[in-house]
């Protein structure tokens, strides 16, 4: 905990409080102390932006994953011939690495290809403008959804068969069924699955960087892209770290709203016991 977390974690605060750059890295340790300066100057420097576009882009992506990774979960819940291939099929965005998908979508999104051909807008601009940050939302819910499937399969599958029974007994269609039965079964696990796959979203870096490349266009320039570009391209060490302080504190804020309810409902269900 200490070697791997705090001491790296110590280390990155420390170097966002003073000026760390090109000409004082060779003496980082001697680097001139600014305190707050750095966080004051990354709201000046585009932070603000990047995560509104970090937020937004992350919470539609979860929330286009959820119908479809419900739906392929309750498709594949119950045996038929080919489920095997199906399931495996699903699973095809989630084991690609992301630099593939990225590579792959990069030129199906050219203005020469195959989606433009598809809709027929042929030179229209996926990569750049106002219609990258479609294309990211776009690429993102095609590789995360089976996350939020496989989380969803995993709890149909802890659901107990006697409560299907009492439903088939009591004469329940299949609607009420899926919306009083299978649903409040799914709750814990896919306001989880919810958490970590926007977690994910608001971190991803490999996707953004090999679809548009670095500096990203100013619709996509996420939070992880940012810091990225501050760092090593503008060499400017110190700020990034601050902007990645600031990531990490609005990251952190939902982990433990999450972590405070379930604790909550731990004493709950103690306490009714």
């Given at each position: 905990m200490i070697l791997v977390i705090l001491l790296p974690l110590g280390l990155a605060g420390w170097i966002s409080t003073i000026d760390l750059d090109q000409y004082t890295l060779r003496r980082w340790v001697q680097a001139p102390f600014i305190g707050l300066?750095?966080?004051?100057?990354?709201?000046?420097?585009?932070?603000?932006?990047?995560?509104?576009?970090?937020?937004?882009?992350?919470?539609?992506?979860?929330?286009?994953?959820?119908?479809?990774?419900?739906a392929a979960a309750l498709v594949t819940q119950n045996a038929y011939r080919g489920r095997a291939l199906v399931r495996a099929v699903f699973l095809?965005?989630?084991?690609?690495?992301?630099?593939?998908?990225?590579?792959?979508?990069?030129?199906?999104?050219?203005?020469?290809?195959?989606?433009?051909?598809?809709?027929?807008?042929?030179?229209?601009?996926?990569?750049?403008?106002?219609?990258?940050?479609?294309?990211?939302?776009?690429?993102?819910?095609?590789a995360a959804w089976p996350f939020i499937y496989l989380m969803a399969l995993a709890a149909l599958q802890s659901v107990d068969h006697e409560v299907h029974e009492a439903s088939a007994?009591?004469?329940?269609?299949?609607?009420?069924k899926l919306t009083r039965v299978v649903l409040?079964?799914?709750r814990g696990p896919v306001l989880l699955a919810c958490l970590l796959a926007t977690l994910n979203h608001i971190n991803n870096f490999t996707l953004p960087f090999v679809l548009f490349g670095a500096p990203a266009p100013d619709d996509v320039n996420v939070m992880p892209m940012l810091v990225y570009?501050?760092?090593?391209?503008?060499l400017r060490f110190g700020l990034s770290a601050a902007m990645a302080v600031v990531s990490l504190i609005i990251i952190a804020i939902p982990l433990f709203a999450y972590l405070r309810a379930v604790r909550l409902d731990v004493h709950e269900e103690g306490g009714r016991r």
């Open positions: 300066g750095n966080y004051t100057e990354s709201l000046g420097s585009g932070l603000l932006h990047s995560i509104w576009i970090s937020v937004s882009f992350a919470v539609l992506s979860t929330l286009a994953t959820i119908p479809i990774g419900i095809i965005p989630y084991v690609l690495p992301s630099f593939v998908v990225a590579t792959v979508w990069r030129t199906m999104l050219q203005p020469d290809g195959v989606v433009n051909n598809w809709l027929g807008a042929d030179g229209s601009l996926w990569l750049s403008g106002p219609r990258s940050y479609w294309a990211l939302i776009l690429v993102e819910i095609w007994v009591d004469g329940a269609t299949w609607w009420p409040p079964y799914l570009v501050t760092s090593f391209q503008s």
